[in-house]
């Protein structure tokens, strides 16, 4: 199973160009879903109507499914209102009707995820395309679930639920009420969803394709976005340029734009010369309908047709590690890219290498704190546990390197092991 997670600056077409490549699986005998939300048109770009819930047939092998976020609010909230009836009841409180609730701000970002972990655990295709929101705010919704995961465990570490049987006797010598174990459970529960959302993210089939036009200000922009992916760990598959114009036009005005277009694609290309660009022509007008996405693709056979839907069935490249679901299989993960480099016997350091292609130095931010340490490129942050080995260690210095970062560690000889080094 694939799962694509199509992206960009605002305004470049996402939502038509994720339509249109889960077309191309389709019309290769995939199975394939899109994935879509409220704040997008679908249905002007696929020429059906799209109703919440169930996913609607488009064409043979493509269905469609809007995320509805009002939907899927009622329902977390008026479980959590059942959960705690009791201690409303107790503080008077009355509660909501279903009809009442409306969705407050960041409930869509919720029930995206819960729709990809949804699908991923399904096994229903073979490739789900997610039209995903503007990139900045695709950066932060990848990092929510590790972010919220690690706030439950530093708020509420699961380890302290092994003296639940203590707390009445602890609330008592302490003098202040413990943590209620309905606290725990809620916990427990976000934990398991967020951890089976963060497998959907981390399956080595899951990858994210860039949607951009071709302006003068486009690999700049991507170089930004590409960085912040990087930084938590999102590989690109391949950057898609947008209504480009044909060149070689007797208008002047058209030639002059046209050819503006191509020194922006020629930068693109030496931006991301390790990933598919493709080229997308402009159709004069904005794609609607089944038809008309086939037109964008050259035709159900088309050239650029075949180029996806052959990347899309490619197996994924690398090394992959099995790591138990928690329901008996063994599911494939992607390896960090955060690998530890020994140096020891040469340097006496230990190098953590980050990939960050894309990152510039103005840009970066290190810092350490005890055992974690918080690394910045840009506007994105994010914070990674030390492996235990570089615990035992200090931040000697850091660097650069063709888009590599490379932070130097140094044994602490009152923590590292006598010997250890080499010395």
């Not at 309905?182 to 967020?194: I, N």
């Amino acid at each position: 199973m694939r799962i694509v997670l199509v992206t960009g600056p605002g305004g470049a077409g996402r939502t038509t160009l994720a339509a249109a490549t889960a077309l191309a699986a389709a019309r290769r005998g995939a199975r394939a879903l899109l994935l879509t939300t409220e704040s997008s048109a679908p249905d002007l770009v696929l020429g059906t109507p799209l109703g919440s819930g169930a996913a609607t047939s488009i064409a043979p092998g493509l269905h469609a499914r809007r995320i509805d976020p009002a939907d899927r609010f009622r329902q977390e909230f008026l479980a959590f209102q059942e959960r705690a009836g009791a201690a409303l009841d107790l503080l008077g409180a009355a509660p909501l009707d279903e009809d009442e609730l409306t969705e407050l701000p960041g409930a869509e970002d919720f029930a995206l995820l819960q729709a990809l972990r949804a699908e991923h655990a399904s096994g229903d295709w073979d490739l789900v395309v997610v039209d995903m929101p503007a990139a900045a705010e695709t950066i932060r919704l990848l990092a929510l679930p590790n972010q919220v995961r690690r706030y439950l465990r530093r708020l509420l570490p699961p380890e302290r639920q092994a003296a639940r049987a203590l707390r009445p006797v602890l609330a008592q010598l302490a003098g202040v009420p413990m943590p209620a174990q309905k606290l725990y459970d809620a916990a427990e529960r976000w934990e398991t969803e967020l951890a089976a959302v963060q497998r959907a993210i981390d399956d080595p089939g899951t990858t994210v394709r860039l949607v951009t036009e071709a302006g003068p200000v486009a690999a700049a922009t991507l170089r930004g976005i590409r960085a912040g992916l990087a930084l938590h760990g999102r590989p690109t598959d391949g950057v898609v340029v947008n209504r480009l114009l044909p060149t070689g036009s007797a208008d002047p005005f058209l030639a002059a734009l046209s050819g503006s277009q191509q020194t922006a694609l020629k930068a693109l290309r030496e931006e991301f010369p390790d990933v598919p660009v493709h080229e997308v022509p402009h159709l004069g007008r904005d794609p609607q309908g089944v038809e008309e996405l086939d037109e964008l693709l050259g035709g159900p056979a088309g050239e650029l047709a075949g180029e996806w839907a052959g990347e899309l069935a490619g197996e994924w490249a690398g090394e992959l590690d099995g790591e138990p679901d928690g329901a008996g299989p063994v599911r494939a993960r992607r390896p960090d890219p955060w690998t530890v480099e020994d140096r020891l016997a040469a340097d006496g350091i230990l190098v953590w290498r980050v990939p960050l292609p894309g990152a510039e130095r103005g840009g970066l931010g290190l810092v350490r704190r005890g055992d974690e340490i918080v690394v910045t490129v840009g506007r994105f942050r994010r914070i990674r546990t030390l492996p235990s080995a570089l615990r035992r260690c200090t931040v000697s210095g850091a660097g650069l390197h063709d888009g590599v970062l490379e932070i130097r560690f140094t044994p602490d000889p009152d923590l590292w092991p006598k010997g250890a080094t080499g010395n």
